[in-house]
């Protein structure tokens, strides 16, 4: 990551640009603008990964799996469970950063929690030291978030990042999103949600 610039929210009356124009030349000028900006998140989320043929088998197993599985709110359910009154607001395809380098998957929006499960399985050790392969999870309660802040790449604003900072002081980075304007405004939503119940 390079040069993010930050803004933080974590109130209702934080506000995403819509892009609508008030003309019928400001408004072509708005869909040209969003398409172009939608490739390049596509173009860049495609590039995070470690080789073009690796991201691209990657998303088409996502796809499957996601068809099997009858779509992402079983994924959700399945892989992290529901609690009662919990509602899935977003999932989105995006990377988590950790220090291996990005890791791509699913990011899960409800009203109870934010969670990441990654498209493939990562190697680690099993308590009884044998080499293993499974999902990456992350798993952060809404209560647990301290604050949420919407980031973009100076040098490319194009590059728009989400970190979440938790109480207990643990960063957490999502990058590559395809559609981070829908992600953002979900998770503004559910910590809204979030600490209006506290």
């Known amino acids: 990551m390079q040069s993010p610039t930050t803004s933080s929210f974590d109130s209702p009356s934080s506000s995403i640009a819509s892009g609508h124009g008030d003309s019928k030349n400001g408004h072509t000028k708005s869909i040209g603008k969003k398409s172009k900006t939608y490739a390049y998140r596509i173009r860049d989320h495609v590039r995070m990964g470690p080789k073009l043929s690796e991201t691209v088998m990657g998303k088409l197993r996502l796809g499957a799996r996601i068809i099997q599985e009858g779509g992402r709110e079983n994924i959700f359910k399945q892989v992290f469970g529901v609690k009662e009154g919990e509602e899935l607001l977003k999932a989105s395809q995006c990377y ?5 380098g990005p890791i791509a998957g699913l990011l899960f929006i409800s009203t109870q929690k934010i969670a990441f499960w990654s498209e493939r399985s990562v190697s680690c050790h099993s308590p009884d030291g044998q080499l293993i392969r499974i999902p990456y999870k992350v798993v952060i309660p809404i209560r647990k978030i301290k604050r949420a802040c919407q980031s973009e790449n100076v040098d490319k604003p194009e590059q728009k990042y989400i970190q979440i900072v938790t109480e207990d002081g643990f960063e957490f980075w999502f990058m590559g999103f ?8 979900n998770l503004e939503k559910a910590i809204n949600a979030g600490s209006s119940q506290v």
Request: hydrophobic share 45%; aromatic share 16%.
């Open 96 to 100: 988590l950063s950790t220090s291996a």
């Open 178 to 185: 395809f559609r981070y304007e829908k992600a953002l405004m």
